[in-house]
């Protein structure tokens, strides 16, 4: 008997414990093309499953102005748009890629929750903004 033929022998007892405690990295990736310029829900991502949300991950671009006054908020959000876990750009100068990491304060979506969706909120009149999202999540049911 090789590996692959244990590997094949192992793998339907493993299977419930490796889905429900090796995290998940879910990107957006495909989404980050385009800048948004307007208050509103940039991106979805499905949800088959009930899960724990560990981290929101999130690298932004904002194009023009951004300030303490001129700023962006992003939250990922459940489908009744319950804030999960958010940032705002307040303290980050505009023309520069930067990577934000949510991982304390979350928010935990109900189990029967079926899509995240990443909402962007203006504050006064920031630039446009590029925002290339992934969330880290365990598998709970």
Known sequence: MDYSDMARLLYPALEP??????????PWAQRGLN???????WGDQGQPWAVQILAFYCSVYVVGPNSGINYWTVSLTD???GVIASFNTSAIAAGTWT?????????QPGSTNRINLV????TGAPGAIYVVPAVALLITG
Request: aromatic content about 6%; overall charge positive.
């Open 35 to 41: 800048p948004q310029a307007a208050t509103g829900i």
């Open 99 to 107: 990577r934000f990491a949510v991982t304390s304060g979350i928010a």
């Open 79 to 81: 489908q009744g748009l």
């Open 119 to 122: 909402n962007l909120v203006t």
């Open 17 to 26: 414990h490796i889905l429900t405690n090796m995290p998940i990295y879910l």
